[in-house]
């Protein structure tokens, strides 16, 4: 085993043979996940001789259920072939055992066979690479895995009304984008093109969501956990396991005095990222980093014009829709955040996965997992 360090305080360890477990869902995308893997990926693992034993789920959760239970000890790193929506399966499901500290730690790696692919396109942009098309990113993406480099992944906790928590590595999302993520399931022969079609055609009657957002910035001296007395704080009822949510007051009481409120109560989307990518084609937070410590709160208030939105979703294909002074836009780094929806019924998504709809809040928890990066 050689350990390799680089700055940064990413310190790495590389050994051969490499033992991973491959979780593939065979109904990704456009349903060709496993053919993919077998014409990209298979023999790039065996040439640099990386061991595997490929798994197919067979229905929802069963990847959750698998890694819950699974003696982790076998595996270099745990490695899902499918789109985002797997992944937060495998993170929950290792947050959800008694030993989550020890199991969370064990590296995570990406292929990309869905639709969306966020955290696979986030990781191939960080290597400082160019867009790519869906195959040349899975062949990117297998190489990047073949080195084996492991970097530090923040994961964010979020708090339902239901006293559910889920732990989230992509984005937190209401409105515009959540409806699109949704609504666009039906298109989902066409590949990563879903989200584009699902834009248009939510463009076409855009509508404005009614409720209060607030936040905790990065610059609040409060954020930082070394002030916060978290014998004080509340995590959530049901939180078994995992950090405690210190920034965090429970859902039924207010949020603390020194977090902002934002005044307007109506927004077109209000989206959470901690990753640079939405999908694919979409660079909704160029500055986002593995392990930053940040969420990047952006949110379009209403009264935008359906031009400038569709200006603004056609510059965010390369990042550019956060230059465009439209006034409307509002970009803010924050390390928690409550949503408080108004209308009773609605879309809230985390990781593009639907989640019950209602109050929802999140706070980031830095370097909490670690994942295979370039
Ligand atoms: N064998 C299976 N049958 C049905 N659903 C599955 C199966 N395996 C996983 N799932 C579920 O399918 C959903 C979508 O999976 P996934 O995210 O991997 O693909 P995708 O939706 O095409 O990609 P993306 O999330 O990038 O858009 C997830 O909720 C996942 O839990």
Redesign the pocket.
Request: glycine share 24%; no cysteine.
């Given at each position: 085993m050689s350990a390799i360090h680089f700055p940064g305080a990413i310190q790495v360890e590389v050994k051969r043979p490499l033992m991973f477990l491959i979780l593939l869902?065979?109904?990704?995308?456009k349903g060709h996940a496993h053919a993919l893997f077998n014409g990209n990926v298979q023999g790039m693992l065996q040439d640099a001789g990386i061991q595997h034993t490929l798994i197919i789920?067979?229905?929802?959760?069963?990847?959750r259920e698998l890694v819950r239970e699974a003696d982790l000890s076998q595996w270099d790193a745990l490695v899902i072939m499918?789109?985002?929506?797997?992944l937060f399966?495998v993170v929950n499901g290792l947050m959800e055992r008694e030993d989550w500290e020890e199991a969370i730690q064990t590296p995570l790696g990406v292929l990309p066979g869905?639709?969306?692919?966020?955290l696979a396109a986030s990781i191939h942009h960080y290597s400082g690479l160019q867009a790519v098309s869906s195959e040349e990113l899975l062949i990117s993406c297998g190489f990047i895995l073949c080195k084996g480099l492991v970097s530090q992944l923040d994961l964010t906790s979020v708090c339902l009304a239901s006293s559910q928590r889920l732990f989230s590595f992509l984005s937190l999302a209401w409105g515009f984008v959540a409806d699109v993520d949704i609504e666009s399931e039906k298109y989902?022969h066409v590949g990563a093109a879903r989200f584009t079609v699902g834009t248009m055609v939510r463009l076409a009657s855009p509508r404005v969501y009614r409720g209060k957002l607030a936040y905790l910035p990065i610059e609040d001296p409060m954020s930082q956990p070394s002030l916060v007395d978290s014998t004080q704080s509340n995590p959530s009822p049901l939180s078994v396991f995992g950090p405690t949510d210190f920034l965090l007051n429970p859902l039924n009481q207010p949020v603390p005095g020194h977090w902002t409120v934002v005044q307007d109560e109506d927004f077109v989307l209000v989206v959470a990222m901690y990753q640079s990518h939405l999908a694919k084609d979409m660079l909704a937070a160029p500055a986002s980093r593995l392990d930053d410590g940040i969420i990047h709160l952006i949110y379009v208030k209403a009264g935008i014009s359906r031009r400038s939105l569709l200006r603004l979703f056609l510059a965010m294909e390369n990042g550019g829709h956060l230059n465009t002074n439209c006034p409307h836009v509002v970009y803010v780094k924050v390390k928690a955040l409550r949503l408080e929806p108004y209308s009773p019924k609605g879309i809230i998504t985390v990781d593009?996965?639907l989640v019950d709809y209602g109050p929802v809040q999140a706070q980031i928890h830095g370097s909490l997992a670690r994942l295979i990066a370039g």
């Open positions: 869902n065979p109904h990704s995308g789920t067979e229905r929802q959760n069963h990847a499918s789109g985002d929506g797997l399966e869905g639709s969306g692919n966020a989902r593009g996965e």
